[in-house]
């Protein structure tokens, strides 16, 4: 059966007329699908009876709650959703059905990161995702679903709203473009949850093609994984640099306006001796010079689950190196900020979860 989750509005009016009903129709079940969010089609109770069983007959909702939740320390809560449809796929591998989606509560804000990709493609050397490997595309139903079903669970508990989303969990957004997209364009739509674009941050190593789409068809601010601005470097532990180079994506972003407000920023997770020196953080500030933009150094999460960052002997800076870099780089003009580390204790680097549930399943 056929979710209504994820239909945009013209995709609805198209359902309603097939049926020969009003057009006002198709704004209603907009309403309860992601207005009032509801979970079941007989609680869209100002459609007829009828109606509601026509649907019924041929679509589900396609709202799922999640499987599991660990909750960190700093209140930082990790989900794990179960992708039915995926089961065919992948049942040799029966703990790679999952995705994660992680919940980062601050003081005022509460930011859900969520997954775009079963598993990922692009084999970054320091990510437990790039580990896993690819195992299928989310569907902009699966994508919303996250969402919806988050937000709904802290709702109930008396928690903050999810007030901002960032695609920076499993999986590499401008490689699932056509289902990011339709699920962006409904968050950000009069007839769907009417978002502001700026709450919502799509990441990306720089896959081009979709990265272009992405800046053509959606006002969302854009996060590219720098890491290193070297290319023979950078390669070594994104083998997506080989195809396409970071000069090339920052060639790219050169011609959309930044000054706005549509914002890109840079993410920069710091290993001491790798990425983290002078000569670095010159060639960094040579590789954006002039571009409106933001950077974000990060801390490497660091535990016995990053198996892979031991074999290639990567380690976090210290602050102190972190700092002398975000200072370097804010007197030569870019807006530098370090990022606090959330969630460690439950494993809230991208795919680390998955990676814990599929030992336990072995
Ligand atoms: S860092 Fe992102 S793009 Fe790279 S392998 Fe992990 S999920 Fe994929």
């Not at 009876?49 to 007959?57: E, G, P, T, W």
Request: hydrophobic share 35%; charged share 25%.
């Amino acid at each position: 059966m056929e979710n209504l989750l994820g239909k945009t509005l013209p995709d609805l009016q198209a359902i309603t007329a097939n049926a020969g009903w009003p057009r006002f129709v198709a704004r209603q079940i907009a309403d309860w699908l992601y207005g009032k969010r509801v979970s079941d089609i007989d609680h869209m109770t100002n459609l007829s009876l009828k109606a509601r069983a026509y649907l019924s007959q041929h679509y589900t909702v396609g709202r799922h709650a999640p499987v599991h939740e660990v909750v960190s320390n700093d209140g930082t809560r990790k989900y794990l959703f179960q992708i039915e449809n995926q089961k065919s796929k992948i049942e040799n591998l029966k703990s790679l059905n999952y995705v994660e989606s992680v919940y980062i509560p601050e003081e005022d804000r509460a930011t859900l990161c969520v997954s775009t990709q079963i598993g990922c493609k692009m084999g970054c050397k320091f990510c437990m995702t790039g580990t896993l490997g690819f195992h299928g595309q989310l569907s902009a139903t699966e994508i919303l679903n996250q969402i919806f079903a988050i937000d709904q669970l802290q709702i109930a508990n008396n928690r903050l709203p999810i007030s901002n989303v960032v695609l920076m969990g499993e999986g590499e957004p401008m490689d699932n473009i056509d289902q990011v997209l339709r699920a962006l364009e409904i968050m950000t739509a009069s007839y769907g949850p009417a978002w502001s674009p700026k709450r919502i941050t799509v990441s990306s190593v720089g896959v081009i093609p979709g990265l272009k789409r992405f800046l053509d068809e959606s006002d969302c601010h854009l996060a590219i994984s720098l890491h290193n601005p070297f290319p023979e470097e950078r390669k070594e532990i994104m083998p997506a640099e080989k195809a396409w180079s970071i000069e090339k994506v920052v060639e790219l972003l050169r011609q959309y306006d930044f000054t706005g407000q549509r914002r890109v920023s840079f993410e920069y997770i710091c290993w001491s001796g790798v990425n983290d020196t002078p000569r670095h953080a010159e060639a960094l500030v040579s590789l954006l010079r002039g571009l409106e933009c933001r950077i974000n150094l990060i801390r490497f999460h660091e535990g016995e689950e990053n198996h892979k960052s031991e074999t290639l002997n990567l380690k976090s800076s210290d602050e102190k190196r972190m700092i002398a870099f975000r200072d370097y780089l804010t007197t030569h003009g870019l807006t530098t900020t370090i990022r606090r580390s959330r969630g460690e204790d439950i494993l809230a680097a991208c795919g680390m979860l998955i990676a814990k549930r599929q030992e336990e399943n072995r």
